[in-house]
């Protein structure tokens, strides 16, 4: 069974950076299209990024491109996710998503493995 558990989440200042990790186990993660997302309470999940099967191919949304990195080690089994110049509105739990494949889109409808989640909160 794939089990997903993210880590890294945090409390930061505005500008500042923090480093989510997705790490898997019971899968060879190499088999597998990943994805970040986020969700506030009351309100949808929401893209974040979605990384393909080697890490070569990459889709952000548009609220964070050009601020965060996605980006695998499949020799480790885990997917990291490079958050850079934060702001209030990053504020979310953050999820890890997989789904069998070479790649996946940005609808959480598309995904059907999921982490816990991590708390990211960007105050000052």
């Known amino acids: 069974q794939v089990q997903l558990v993210e880590s890294g989440g945090g409390v930061v200042q505005p500008g500042g950076s923090l480093r989510l990790s997705c790490t898997a186990s019971?899968?060879?993660?190499?088999?597998?299209?990943m994805a970040w997302f986020r969700q506030v309470p009351g309100r949808e999940r929401q893209f974040v990024a979605a990384?393909?099967?080697?890490?070569?191919?990459?889709w952000y949304a548009d609220s964070v491109k050009g601020r965060f990195t996605a980006s695998r080690d499949n020799a480790k089994n885990t997917m990291y996710l490079r958050m850079n110049s934060l702001k209030p509105e990053d504020t979310a739990v953050y999820y890890c998503?997989?789904?069998?494949?070479?790649?996946?889109?940005?609808?959480?409808?598309?995904?059907?493995?999921w982490g816990q989640g991590t708390q990211v909160t960007v105050t000052v």
């Open positions: 990384i393909n099967w080697n890490g070569e191919s990459l």
């Open positions: 998503a997989a789904v069998r494949g070479y790649f996946s889109g940005n609808s959480p409808l598309e995904y059907d493995q």
């Open positions: 019971g899968v060879t993660l190499s088999s597998y299209a």
